[in-house]
C-alpha cells in the first residue's frame, strides 16, 4: 500500500479518536447533534471573515467559524436551560437561524462571489497527503495531520485533566453543581473544544466525516459500555479506528469518497455490534422471542 | 471486515517514479473543459485526464480514492484558477515544487476579466466563454508546457497555432450568428451567472436567477423581479445550464403565462462543463457552437403575446 493511503488512515484515525472522544460526552447530554448544528452555523462566520480579509483563503476563516462554533453552543444552551425550550428544539433553532442568518448575509452582500462553506472551509480526507509542510527545510508530511494530531493532544488533556468534572456533568448538572464543583467552567471548556475540534477537522477532511464520527462509534461505545464510562469511551475511540482503516478499504474498492466510505463503515460497525449484542442485539431478541425492557443506562452510569 | 487485506492489496502503487510502458506523460487536468485544453494544445506524447467527468458542476465536486491516485500519479497538472476549483485548486498550486503545474487564468491580463465583487479576489472565473479569452489561456498552456517539456516544444508549438485558428474561425462564426440578431433581442438569460464574458464579447446583455454559486438558493423576489425583466423587454426565450436543474426557470416561465406572456425555456447550454462523450458537445469547439446555435434559434422566434 501506498504512503498517501497510511497518511489517509492515520488522519481517519486521529479524527475518530477526537471526535469519538468528544463525541461520547456529547452523545450522554443527548447533544450528539451538535457536531452538525456547528457544520451549518459556521456560515455567518466566513462571510464576516470574508468581509474582514477580502480573501477566501486565510487563518480568518477558521477563526471566524470557530466562534460561530461557540456561539451556537451558547444559544443551544441558553434556549435550553434560560428559555426552557427542549434540547433538541433548541439545537434545531439556533443552527437554522444562524445558518439562515448566513443566506441572507450572502445573498445580501456577497450574491456575486462564490462563497459557501463547501468550497471555502470544508477540507476533503482525499487531499490531504499533497497539502505537506516542511520545517527546517525537512519535510514533515501532511499540514492537516500534525495539526490534528495537535489536537488530538489538546483536547486529551483537557478530557485527562476534566474527566471528574464532565464525568458529572454528563450525567447529573444538577447533583454536580451542588458539590460546589465549577459546572460552568468544565461546561464551556467541553463546548469551546467541541467546536475547536470540529471546526478545524471540518477544514481538514470535510464536514460528513466529523459528523458521523461524533456520532457514531459513541453510540457503539454506549452499547457496549455496560455501564462503564471508561469503557464506553475506549469502545467508541477502538470503533472510529477500526472504522477508518475498512473505510478506507471500501472507498479503494469502490473508487469512491473515502470520508463517506469511512462513514458507512462505522455504520456497518454499528449495525454488526447491534446485531450481536448479548441482550438487546438482533440476535438476542430473536432467540428470547420477547421484548428486553429497554434499560435507561443514562442515567446509572458511573 | 472480510476481504479487508484484499482491499488493501488492489492499491494501486502511487510511487510518481512509475514508468508508463507507453512512455506517455500523464497530464491530469480539473475540469472537463480544461482537460479538452489541454488535449488540443499538447501533441500526443502526452495523455491528458480530467478529475470532473463531463456534466460535473466544479463547484459540487467531490473527489474520490481514486483522484488521490490519479493526483499523485500525474506528471503534470493543469487547472482553471479564478477560485473556480475552490480548495482543489489551491492544492494543485502546492504541487509546484514536485511537477509542473499549469494555471489557465494566468495567461489573461487582470483588465480583460470582470470583477464580481469589490475583493481582490473577486473575478468571475468563466472566461471560457470568450474565446479569445480562452486562446489566452492556451497560450499560458503552451508556453508552460514548451519550458517544462523543451524536447516537445516544437509539437506543442505546432498543436497550439493549429487549435489557435480554429479558435479564430470559432470567434468569427459566433460573432457573425449573434450579428443576426437584432440589437433589442440580443438578452441571455440564465439560472446562473456564467455568460458575463460571452455576452461582453458579442454585444449580448445577460442576466440572470442566481448569483455564482450554484449552491446558492434563489429567491421569491429575484423570480418575480426576472418575470417582470422579462415581460418588460419582450424577451423570447430564456436558458437553463447543462450543471443546473431547470426548475428555477421553470418558476419563471410559469410567471410570465400567468401574465399572459408566452416565454420559452430554451435548450440547455453548456457552462462549466462539457457535454457526454460522443454527444453534441463533447469539445469546447462544439460546445461553444451548439450554445450559439441554441441562442440564437430561441431569440429569433418572436415571443408571442396572447
Given amino acids: 500500500m501506498s504512503t498517501d493511503g497510511w497518511w489517509v488512515i492515520g488522519m481517519g484515525a486521529l479524527v475518530a479518536l477526537l471526535c469519538a472522544a468528544l463525541g461520547s460526552f456529547l452523545y450522554l447530554r443527548r447533544l450528539s447533534m451538535l457536531g452538525d448544528a456547528i457544520s451549518h452555523a459556521v456560515l455567518p462566520g466566513i462571510v464576516l471573515a470574508y468581509f474582514v480579509s477580502g480573501a477566501r483563503e486565510s487563518l480568518g476563516l477558521l477563526v471566524g467559524a470557530a466562534v460561530f462554533g461557540l456561539l451556537v453552543t451558547y444559544l443551544i444552551d441558553w434556549l435550553t436551560h434560560k428559555a426552557g425550550m427542549q434540547q433538541d428544539a433548541s439545537i434545531g433553532l439556533s443552527f437554522t437561524l444562524l445558518f439562515s442568518l448566513g443566506i441572507v448575509m450572502v445573498s445580501l452582500w456577497a450574491s456575486r462571489v462564490d462563497i459557501d462553506a463547501d468550497c471555502v472551509l470544508y477540507g476533503d480526507i482525499a487531499l490531504l497527503p499533497f497539502d505537506t509542510w516542511s520545517w527546517g527545510g525537512r519535510p514533515m508530511g501532511p499540514r492537516h495531520f500534525a495539526m490534528l494530531l495537535g489536537l488530538d493532544v489538546l483536547i486529551g488533556l483537557l478530557l485527562w485533566r476534566g474527566y471528574k468534572g464532565m464525568q458529572l456533568l454528563a450525567f447529573d448538572r444538577v447533583f454536580a453543581a451542588s458539590t460546589g464543583m465549577a459546572v460552568g467552567l468544565w461546561h464551556w471548556l467541553l463546548m469551546g473544544g467541541v467546536s475547536l475540534a470540529t471546526v478545524f477537522s471540518f477544514e481538514a477532511v470535510g464536514a460528513i466525516l466529523v459528523v458521523a464520527f461524533l456520532v457514531i462509534p459513541p453510540a457503539i461505545g454506549h452499547l457496549w459500555s455496560f455501564g462503564s464510562l471508561p469503557r464506553m469511551l475506549a469502545v467508541a475511540m477502538l470503533s472510529g479506528v477500526a472504522s477508518s482503516v475498512l473505510g478506507y478499504g471500501l472507498a479503494v474498492w469502490l473508487d469512491s469518497s473515502i470520508a463517506a466510505c469511512m462513514s458507512t463503515a462505522a455504520l456497518l460497525l454499528y449495525g454488526m455490534s447491534w446485531i450481536f449484542h448479548p441482550q438487546r442485539g438482533g440476535l438476542a431478541l430473536l432467540l428470547k422471542k420477547k421484548r428486553v425492557p429497554h434499560a435507561p443506562m443514562m442515567g446509572r452510569m458511573r | ?306
Fill in chain 2, 1 to 306: 471486515m472480510l476481504g479487508l487485506g484484499l482491499l488493501m492489496g488492489c492499491a494501486p502503487s502511487a510511487d510518481p517514479k512509475d514508468i508508463d510502458r507507453s512512455g506517455k506523460i500523464h497530464v491530469l487536468a480539473t475540469t472537463s473543459l480544461a482537460a479538452d485544453l489541454a488535449q488540443a494544445v499538447l501533441p500526443d506524447v502526452f495523455q491528458v485526464e480530467g478529475l470532473m467527468g463531463p456534466g460535473t458542476d466544479p463547484h459540487l465536486y467531490k473527489s474520490t480514492q481514486g483522484d488521490l491516485t490519479a493526483l499523485r500519479r500525474a506528471d503534470a497538472l493543469v487547472h482553471t484558477g479564478l477560485q473556480l476549483e475552490g480548495k482543489l485548486g489551491q492544492i494543485f498550486e502546492k504541487q509546484r515544487s514536485d511537477k509542473p503545474v499549469c494555471r489557465l487564468s494566468d495567461g489573461l491580463d487582470s483588465t480583460s476579466l470582470i470583477k464580481s465583487s469589490g475583493f481582490a479576489d473577486g473575478y468571475d472565473p468563466h472566461f471560457w466563454m470568450d474565446p479569445r479569452l480562452w486562446m489566452s489561456a492556451a497560450v499560458q498552456l503552451s508556453a508552460d508546457f514548451q519550458k517544462a517539456y523543451p524536447q516537445h516544444a516544437q509539437d506543442i508549438e505546432a498543436a497550439f497555432r493549429r487549435y489557435k485558428a480554429e479558435l479564430d474561425v470559432l470567434d468569427g462564426e459566433v460573432e457573425q450568428a449573434v450579428a443576426q440578431l437584432p440589437d433589442s433581442a440580443r438578452w441571455i438569460v440564465t439560472t446562473h451567472d456564467a455568460f458575463n464574458y460571452f455576452g461582453r464579447r458579442y454585444g449580448m446583455q445577460v442576466r440572470s436567477l442566481q448569483g455564482f454559486s450554484t449552491a446558492a438558493d434563489f429567491g421569491v423576489k429575484d423570480v418575480r423581479d426576472l418575470v417582470d425583466f422579462v415581460i418588460a423587454h419582450k424577451i423570447a426565450a430564456v436558458f437553463v445550464e447543462n450543471i443546473v436543474s431547470s426548475r428555477s426557470l421553470d418558476a419563471v416561465v410559469e410567471g410570465c403565462k400567468s401574465k399572459g406572456f408566452m416565454l420559452n425555456l430554451g435548450p440547455s447550454l453548456y457552462t462549466d462543463a462539457l457535454g457526454p462523450t460522443g454527444g453534441e458537445a463533447d469539445t469546447y469547439l462544439k460546445m461553444i457552437r451548439v450554445n450559439t446555435r441554441s441562442i440564437v434559434q430561441s431569440l429569433q422566434s418572436p415571443p408571442l403575446e396572447s
